[in-house]
């Protein structure tokens, strides 16, 4: 009974000073609603991301040229460039009697250069891959064809487009028969890719690139001879790690490695991508939820202010409240259960605008052709809550002891 007197004197108190009761509370209805945002929104992300490497195929190995540990990034994630992968090497990989376990395999090399045609022209990536690129990727030809065994060795200058290449290129023309400007060179379109299904990020980098014969893109457009990844893909999830120890073994005996330690290469799978991911989206999610509850500070720091101002307005009560007997823990309970309901009416209307925006957001990314889902736990939601109430607990704390250490002579004399 005593609580609920005291939450409506709360109330009352809050609606005494109408604005300054909303300006305290809003750091802490923003606050609440970036946790409540953020984890509602790095959950759908790391869902959406997570289930597009899925979606590419759980049974893929790559090879990536320069040795790391299986969970940490590559050396080519940090801009180290390495060349000890080559095409020999893919030849040996793919060679049908070596890894039985091995359905296809490809080679890529991978930048980005201006292509042309007439006057349109589009920056984009322009991939060198073996014709093996798509059996591994599982893309479909939508237009013409993709270049054979035979053209991706011979210089063949001939270009597969994505999707949005082709478009931004050609507009409604067929671009099958005509020529692309990339460098100095000029490369006849034979194909055109269908479009990745929509609603991803990690398939829309296809739509958006020029294919050419590996050794083309090497020699032509590059200057190179070494690969940047070569991509494998197994017959059977359940075969993967044999693969991976054969593809070590083959690769150490070109390469003349005799100790494992001293690997010039490094092999992952789907399984050790998805995992990677997982963690850096967590990474970067708990870091902007910690920067977005800085703004609870404020709305703390906020409703100690209030309750500071409320003790020496109300001195005189205090006063009053202990000259009839009221104890040092009633007052200090009385301005505590203040803080807390202004925190908490702060926390509600910040769970909900955290649920309007994440709504928003759901209904916005869906247009634009993403699967993606509203993902709200209640754990976000509890989360929510329990801030609020420890915001209000922990600013409240000061003024609370502040108001009950007030002496009633001299409160009864304050004017």
């Not at 082709?166 to 269908?194: C, Q, S, T, Y």
């Not at 020699?219 to 017959?235: E, P, Q, S, T």
């Not at 290469?265 to 991911?277: E, H």
Request: aromatic fraction near 6%.
């Amino acid at each position: 009974m005593r609580f609920l007197i005291s939450i409506k004197i709360s109330i009352r108190n809050l609606l005494s000073s109408k604005l300054r009761s909303f300006l305290t509370i809003l750091g802490i209805i923003i606050g609440v609603a970036a946790v409540v945002v953020i984890f509602a929104i790095g959950r759908s992300a790391q869902k959406l991301i997570v289930d597009q490497i899925q979606g590419i195929g759980s049974n893929l190995i790559a090879v990536i040229p320069g040795d790391s540990q299986e969970d940490g990034p590559p050396p080519i994630a940090f801009g180290i460039l390495i060349k000890t992968l080559t095409y020999e090497d893919l030849e040996a990989l793919r060679h049908k009697n070596r890894i039985s376990e091995i359905e296809s395999a490809a080679g890529y090399v991978i930048g980005t250069k201006t292509v042309t045609f007439l006057k349109n022209e589009a920056t984009v990536s322009v991939d060198g891959v073996t014709a093996s690129y798509k059996d591994v990727e599982n893309v479909e030809v939508e237009k013409g064809r993709f270049f054979n065994r035979n053209e991706e060795r011979n210089l063949s200058k001939i270009a597969v487009l994505g999707s949005s290449v082709a478009k931004d290129l050609f507009g409604d023309v067929n671009p099958l028969g005509r020529k692309i400007k990339i460098k100095n060179h000029k490369f006849e379109v034979v194909g055109v890719l269908k479009p990745r299904s929509a609603g991803g990020f990690t398939s829309s980098g296809q739509d958006e690139t020029v294919f050419l014969p590996l050794k083309s893109a090497q020699k032509l457009v590059y200057g190179i001879d070494h690969l940047f990844v070569i991509r494998m893909k197994a017959k059977d999830p359940a075969l993967i790690k044999p693969a991976k120890q054969k593809i070590s073994q083959i690769l150490r005996q070109r390469h003349d490695i005799k100790d494992p330690a001293k690997d010039d290469f490094s092999l992952r799978d789907q399984a050790s991508v998805i995992g990677l991911v997982t963690d850096v989206t967590d990474v970067i999610r708990y870091f902007l939820l910690v920067v977005g509850s800085l703004s609870l500070l404020v709305g703390g720091v906020g409703i100690m202010n209030i309750m500071l101002i409320a003790v020496s307005q109300r001195v005189r009560e205090v006063g009053l409240r202990k000259a009839l007997g009221a104890r040092n823990i009633d007052i200090a309970s009385q301005f505590l259960v203040e803080s807390v309901t202004v925190s908490l009416i702060g926390g509600v209307a910040g769970i909900i605008l955290g649920l309007l925006i994440s709504l928003i957001v759901y209904l916005i990314i869906n247009a634009l052709g993403y699967d993606w889902s509203f993902n709200i736990s209640f754990t976000s939601i509890g989360v929510g809550f329990l801030i609020s109430i420890g915001v209000g607990v922990i600013f409240g704390m000061y003024p609370a002891k502040k108001a009950s250490r007030i002496s009633p002579m001299e409160a009864l004399r304050y004017e």
